[in-house]
């Protein structure tokens, strides 16, 4: 399964961009690249995948590096509603998904 | 449309017992997940379903174990309770057979206490 290192904690001001790296240098050549985010008491949420190219959707854009071994959420404008911890996971067999310990991301009013 | 749905949200079991939580996954998806949340371990993949069949297991003792039914709502059974056992269970439901590009919905969890 791949491996990933995302940093522990991050801030950011409301209304400012926030980009969140995920290394995955193991990453199998068909895996996905899933980002997922939880809420304080909550279960986890989508927020976006890809495969190789950049991807956007409504919540943010992802951005993923050539040799795909790390990728970069964008989130445009934070919100305090965005505070939450973000897993980067790379898809594996199944639906499995392996998360990591993520990373907790502070919005500053 | 309905999101995943599971039950009980909260219980409460002592040592030795052993405890079934339910999860109805959103209508059409045929395949289920299973994660335990422990502020030690994190999110960690206890098993997945899909029509019926276990396609995935996670590295948990044979004390865990689920099944699905024809409809697509799974569960899964703790026997033997222990201590370490009290977690968040959260269950997932996805449309596809296969991962990669499946999108996962999580339902709210059950929060177990072991007492």
């Known amino acids: 399964d791949a491996k990933t290192t995302q940093p522990n904690s991050m801030e950011s001001n409301e209304e400012e961009p926030v980009h969140l790296p995920c290394n995955h240098s193991?990453?199998?050549?068909?895996?996905?690249i899933h980002w997922y985010r939880q809420l304080p008491s909550q279960g986890p949420e989508y927020v976006i995948h890809?495969?190789?190219s950049n991807v956007n959707n409504r919540m943010a854009s992802l951005a993923i590096a050539e040799d795909r071994k790390s990728s970069t959420l964008i989130l445009h404008r934070a919100t305090l509603r965005d505070a939450a911890v973000y897993y980067c996971?790379?898809?594996?067999?199944?639906?499995?998904?392996?998360f990591g310990t993520g990373t907790s991301l502070t919005v500053i009013p | 449309k309905a999101g995943v749905t599971q039950t009980p949200r909260y219980l409460i079991k002592t040592r030795g017992q052993q405890v079934t939580l339910s999860c109805s996954p959103i209508s059409g998806h045929r395949s289920v997940s299973w994660y335990q949340q422990t502020p030690g371990q994190g999110l960690q993949f206890l098993f997945e379903y899909f029509s019926e069949t276990q396609r995935n297991k996670g590295n948990f003792p044979g004390r865990f174990s689920g099944r699905q039914f024809s409809n697509s709502r799974s569960e899964m059974n703790v026997s033997t309770l222990e201590l370490g056992d009290s977690a968040l269970y959260l269950c997932a439901s996805s449309r596809g057979e296969t991962s990669g590009g499946n999108e996962q919905f999580f339902g709210p969890g059950t929060r177990l206490t072991v007492l």
């Open positions: 996971i790379p898809g594996g067999t199944g639906n499995q998904f392996y």
């Open positions: 890809g495969l190789t």
């Open positions: 193991t990453i199998s050549g068909t895996d996905y």
